[in-house]
C-alpha cells in the first residue's frame, strides 16, 4: 500500500471511530448521567427509561459498537487489500 | 457434613481438577508461550479469557450487593457502565494497534515507543496496581471456603495459592488463558442459573434482564414504605458530577490496566484482537446485564421478607450468614423485632453485607443445594481466574522488563523462563500473605486503582499511537504528573488519610479522570519543547495503524533494527 492509500485507509479508520465513539458518549454519559431525569419520565420495559440506559440499555449499546467496528474494519481491510494479517510475536 | 457442603466440596473439587488438568495439558517451554501463549489464541476462546480476566471476585460476588445495597439502585449504575464503557475503547483504540506491535507487556510498548525511563515508571505502576488488585482476590478465595466448607480462612487462601501455582506457573500464559476459559463457564452458568429461577419464580419471566421490569414498581414502593430513597431514583447517593467523573474513570482505567491490555497480545492476529474485545464484551455482558436483576431481587426480597421478623424466626439463609458475621441484627429499641425503617447498614438494626446478595441467591429462592455449590465453584473461578491473570503480569514485569531488559540481557530462554516462574511463586506467596493480612484501606485501594491507570497508562498509550511527534519526555513527564497529583488528591481527600472536601466535592474514586486530562496536556504541552521522536520511530508507529503484514515492524519485533537508533533522537 503506497502512502496516499495509507492515509485514506487511516482517515477512514478515524472516521469510524469518532462517529462510534459519539454514540458511546450519548449512551452513557447522555442518557445515562446528564438526561437521566428527563427520560425517567418515560418508563420502558417496567422501568424509568433513563434508569434503563444506566443499568442495560448503555451495555447492550456498547456491544452493538463495537461489533459494528469489527464489521465496517473487515470491510474496510478487504476493500483496502489486507488479506493477510501481521502475526509476529516476539519479546526481543 | 450438610448436603450443601457435599456438594460444594464436589464442585470444587472437580472444578479444580479441570483446570490442573488443562494447565498439564497447555504447560509450555518457550518465553513467548509464557508471556502471551505463543499469540495464538482464536478470537472467542481470547474473548472468554478476557471476560473471566476481568471479571473477579468483586464482579461476581460483590456488584450485584453494591447496587442493592451500598447504593439506592441507580447509584451503582457508575460500575455497570464504568466496567463495559472500558471495552469500546479497548477495541478502538488500543488493542488492534498494541498486539500489532507484537510484544509482550505493557512496559515493553512503553519501553520501546518512548523510552527506558518511561519503562521503568510504567513497570513500578504495573506492579503496584496488580498486587493491590490481587490480594482482594486471595481474600475473597477465604470467604467462599470459609462459608461454603467451613475451612478456616486461611486455610482457605492457602489452598487458592497451590491451586494457581500449580497451573499458573507450570502454564504460564497458555495454561492460564484455557484455564481461564474453562473458569469463564463455570461462573457464567453458576451466575444465570440462580438469576433465573428467581426471575421465573418472582416475575414467572426466566429472563432476569426482562423481569426485574416486573417488580420495580413494587420495589419503588417497598423502598419508599422504609424511607429509603427510590430504587430508580437518579442521583441520591452521589451528584451528576462525581458520577460523571467516577464512570469516565472506570471507563478509562479499564483501557489503562495492564492485565486487560496484555491479554490482546495472546490473539492470532491483529483482526483476532478486535474480534477478542467483541467476544470479550459479549461475555461480560451476560453477567453485568444479569447484576442488576440480581441486585433488585434480593433487595425484593429481603425488603419483603425480612422487616418485622421476630427475632429468633428468622429464614435459614439468614441465620447461616449471621453466623459468619456478614448478616448484623442489632435490637436497637429493644422491640424484639428487626425494624428496617429509616435505613440499613451500620447504625442502624439491620446491617447486610454486600457480599451475601450474589452467594445467598440461590437459598433465599430455596434453590437446592447442587446449585449453591456451584455458586460457591463459581465465586472461586472468578477470584482465582483474575488473581492468575494478575499474577502474570507481576511474574513478566519481573522476568522481562526488569530481569531481562535490565539486567542481563544475555540470559538464556531457558533462564528467563525460571526467572519468570520464580518470580511468579514469589508473587503468589506475597498476594497470599496479603489476602490474609489485608491492609486496612485495601477495598478503598482497589477503586483507586482504576484511577491510577487511568491518570498513567491510557494516555501515553493513546498518544502513543496515534500522535507521532508524542516525545518520550513529554510521556514521561505526563505519566509522573498525572500519577502524582491523583495519588496526592485521593490521600487528601480519602477519610483515612486527609479527609479533606477537595475541590468541588470531587470524590477520590473520581479523580482519576482529571488526572487523565492533567496527563494529557503535560504530555502533549512537553512534547512540543522537546526533541521529536526519530524519523525510523515515526515510521514504526505509521506501520503500527495498517494490521497487514508490514517488513518494519517485523523487523523492530525480531530485533534486526536496534532499539538504540530507534531511540537516538531522543537523548
Redesign the interface.
Known amino acids: 500500500?503506497d502512502a496516499s492509500r495509507?492515509q485514506e485507509?487511516?482517515r477512514r479508520?478515524l472516521r469510524l471511530?469518532s462517529v462510534?465513539?459519539v454514540v458511546?458518549a450519548l449512551v452513557?454519559?447522555g442518557a445515562?448521567?446528564?438526561f437521566?431525569?428527563p427520560l425517567?419520565n418515560v418508563s420502558f420495559?417496567?422501568?424509568?427509561l433513563?434508569?434503563?440506559f444506566?443499568?442495560?440499555g448503555?451495555?447492550?449499546t456498547?456491544?452493538v459498537?463495537?461489533?459494528i467496528?469489527?464489521w465496517r474494519?473487515?470491510k474496510l481491510?478487504a476493500e483496502f487489500g489486507?488479506?493477510?494479517?501481521?502475526?509476529?510475536?516476539?519479546?526481543? | 457434613m450438610s448436603s450443601v457442603q457435599l456438594w460444594t466440596l464436589i464442585f470444587v473439587v472437580l472444578s479444580f481438577g479441570l483446570y490442573i488438568y488443562i494447565a498439564y495439558a497447555s504447560r509450555v517451554t518457550t518465553?513467548?508461550g509464557f508471556?502471551?501463549a505463543?499469540?495464538g489464541i482464536p478470537a472467542p476462546a481470547n474473548g472468554a479469557a478476557i471476560a473471566a480476566d476481568w471479571m473477579s471476585a468483586a464482579s461476581f460476588i460483590s456488584m450485584a450487593g453494591i447496587?442493592a445495597l451500598s447504593t439506592n439502585?441507580?447509584g451503582?449504575?457508575v460500575y455497570?457502565?464504568g466496567w463495559?464503557?472500558g471495552?469500546?475503547l479497548l477495541?478502538?483504540?488500543l488493542a488492534?494497534y498494541l498486539?500489532?506491535f507484537?510484544?509482550?507487556t505493557v512496559p515493553?510498548f512503553v519501553g520501546d515507543r518512548y523510552s527506558e525511563t518511561a519503562r521503568l515508571i510504567a513497570v513500578v505502576c504495573a506492579i503496584v496496581v496488580s498486587f493491590v488488585y490481587v490480594a482482594g482476590q486471595m481474600s475473597g478465595v477465604g470467604v467462599v471456603f470459609q462459608r461454603f466448607l467451613g475451612v478456616n480462612e486461611v486455610l482457605g487462601v492457602i489452598i487458592g495459592m497451590v491451586i494457581v501455582f500449580l497451573y499458573a506457573v507450570l502454564g504460564g500464559m497458555k495454561g492460564i488463558t484455557w484455564t481461564q476459559v474453562a473458569q469463564y463457564s463455570v461462573l457464567i452458568v453458576a451466575y444465570l442459573i440462580p438469576a433465573v429461577a428467581i426471575s421465573q419464580h418472582l416475575t414467572g419471566i426466566p429472563i432476569p434482564?426482562?423481569g426485574?421490569?416486573?417488580i420495580?414498581?413494587e420495589l419503588n414502593a417497598l423502598q419508599a414504605e422504609f424511607g429509603l430513597d427510590p430504587y430508580?431514583g437518579?442521583?441520591a447517593n452521589m451528584n451528576?458530577l462525581n458520577?460523571?467523573l467516577m464512570?469516565?474513570t472506570l471507563?478509562f482505567g479499564t483501557a489503562g490496566l495492564p492485565h486487560v491490555i496484555v491479554r490482546f497480545?495472546t490473539a492470532?492476529?491483529?483482526?483476532?484482537a478486535?474480534?477478542s474485545?467483541?467476544w470479550a464484551?459479549?461475555f461480560i455482558?451476560l453477567l453485568?446485564?444479569t447484576a442488576?436483576a440480581i441486585g433488585a431481587f434480593s433487595k425484593f426480597n429481603i425488603l419483603n421478607q425480612i422487616p418485622g421478623t421476630a427475632i429468633g424466626s428468622e429464614p435459614g439463609w439468614f441465620k447461616s450468614w449471621q453466623d459468619v458475621g456478614l448478616i448484623t441484627v442489632d435490637d436497637l429499641n429493644g422491640n424484639g423485632i428487626i425494624d428496617v425503617a429509616g435505613g440499613m447498614g451500620e447504625g442502624f438494626e439491620l446491617a447486610i453485607n454486600n457480599d451475601i446478595v450474589v452467594l445467598a441467591t440461590p437459598e433465599i429462592a430455596g434453590l437446592p443445594a447442587p446449585i449453591i455449590g456451584l455458586v460457591a465453584a463459581g465465586g472461586l473461578a472468578a477470584a482465582l481466574s483474575t488473581a492468575s491473570g494478575l499474577l502474570l503480569v507481576i511474574s513478566s514485569s519481573v522476568a522481562?522488563d526488569v530481569y531481562?531488559k535490565r539486567i542481563n540481557p544475555a540470559a538464556s530462554e531457558a533462564r528467563q523462563l525460571m526467572v519468570g516462574r520464580i518470580a511468579m511463586g514469589a508473587a503468589i506467596v506475597v498476594a497470599g500473605y496479603l489476602g490474609i493480612n489485608p491492609p486496612g484501606f485495601v477495598a478503598q485501594v482497589v477503586a483507586l486503582a482504576f484511577g491510577l491507570g487511568a491518570a498513567s497508562f491510557f494516555p501515553i498509550l493513546f498518544l502513543g499511537i496515534f500522535w507521532k511527534k508524542a516525545t518520550a519526555m513529554g510521556a514521561a513527564a505526563g505519566m509522573a504528573a498525572g500519577l502524582a497529583t491523583t495519588l496526592s488528591y485521593q490521600i487528601w481527600t480519602l477519610p483515612i488519610y486527609g479527609g479533606s472536601d477537595g475541590i468541588f466535592g470531587i470524590s477520590a474514586t473520581s479523580f482519576g479522570f482529571v488526572g487523565m486530562l492533567i496527563n494529557f496536556v503535560v504530555t502533549i504541552v512537553v512534547s512540543q519543547f522537546t526533541p521529536a521522536p526519530s524519523e525510523t520511530m515515526q515510521q514504526l508507529v505509521?506501520e503500527v495503524?495498517?494490521?497487514?503484514?508490514?517488513e518494519l515492524?517485523?523487523a523492530h519485533?525480531?530485533?534486526v533494527i536496534d532499539d538504540g537508533d530507534l531511540e537516538l533522537d531522543n537523548r
Open positions: 500500500m495509507r485507509y487511516w479508520n471511530m462510534l465513539l458511546w452513557s454519559f445515562g448521567i446528564v437521566v431525569e425517567n420495559m417496567g422501568v424509568p433513563g434508569f434503563w444506566a443499568q442495560q448503555s451495555i447492550l456498547f456491544l459498537l463495537i461489533a467496528y469489527v474494519m473487515d481491510d489486507i488479506t493477510e494479517y501481521e502475526e509476529e510475536v516476539r519479546g526481543s | 518465553t513467548s508471556y502471551v505463543g499469540g447496587i439502585g441507580y451503582g449504575s455497570l457502565m463495559t464503557g471495552y469500546v477495541a478502538m483504540l488492534p498486539r500489532k507484537g510484544k509482550f515493553d434482564q426482562v426485574f421490569g416486573q420495580m414498581g430508580t437518579a442521583f451528576m458520577m460523571l464512570t469516565a471507563m497480545y492470532r492476529s491483529v483482526r483476532a478486535r474480534f474485545a467483541l464484551l459479549f455482558s453485568y446485564t442488576p522481562n531481562y505509521e495503524r495498517y494490521p497487514g503484514r508490514s515492524v517485523a519485533a525480531n530485533g
